[in-house]
T-cell receptor
């Protein structure tokens, strides 16, 4: 089955910890994206990558880091510099910069 | 100026009625328009896309695009309680360069049985 997978589904982080969220796709899409969604809010773009080994900051990149070493994978690290990381994190991919398809999401909670 | 705007709702309609969801955008050069549905606690799923002026129908859903007025609408006929969700409008903004789609904040639809 082709699609986008995110893991874990739920993640708990202690204060001062870095955590990494996984996003994998087997759709052969060139572009991948990370969004953050807070309760009752819209999607906010964190980072995106249009090609392997290249990525750009979105609107709220501070406290986050990414890598794009493989076309299929775009992991997101939430660093300790992100002061309010509790949110729903969504990964998406697209063939170009057009139609995006979303993974199931990771819900991160800070303890 | 907000680039993609939607009324946050909630929009309440009775079961069987037509739900009309609207979205306006700022970039006159926009060419691609998308509607996503997001159930509470789930990720967005693509419902429809439209590229040309006019109407595009898919089952109970109709997307309407008016580039001159810079708005795109989604009509849901014979609304069902299972249609209750948040609907996100997304637009490409070519004047902003080769950037990702811009999403509106979404309209929450509630279909009352």
């Amino acid at each position: 089955d082709g699609g986008i997978t995110q893991s874990p589904k739920y993640l708990f982080r202690k204060e001062g910890q870095n955590v990494t969220l996984s996003c994998e796709q087997n759709l052969n899409h060139d572009a991948m994206y990370w969004y953050r969604q807070d309760p009752g809010q819209g999607l906010r773009l964190i980072y995106y990558s249009q090609i392997v080994n290249d990525f750009q900051k979105g609107d709220i990149a501070e406290g986050y880091s990414v890598s794009r070493e493989k076309k299929e994978s775009f992991p997101l690290t939430v660093t300790s510099a992100q002061k309010n990381p509790t949110a729903f994190y969504l990964c998406a991919s697209s063939k170009d910069t057009d139609t995006q398809y979303f993974g199931p999401g990771t819900r991160l909670t800070v303890l | 100026q907000k680039e993609v705007e939607q009324n946050s709702g909630p929009l309440s309609v009775p079961e069987g009625a037509i739900a009309s969801l609207n979205c306006t955008y700022s970039d006159r050069g926009s060419q691609s328009f998308f509607w996503y549905r997001q159930y509470s606690g789930k990720s967005p799923e693509l419902i429809m896309f439209i590229y040309s002026n006019g109407d595009k129908e898919d089952g109970r859903f109709t997307a309407q695009l008016n580039k001159a007025s810079q708005y795109v609408s989604l009509l849901i006929r014979d609304s069902q309680p299972s249609d209750s969700a948040t609907y996100l409008c997304a637009v490409n903004l070519p004047l902003s360069g080769n950037t990702p789609l811009v999403f509106g904040k979404g309209t929450r639809l509630s279909v009352i049985a």
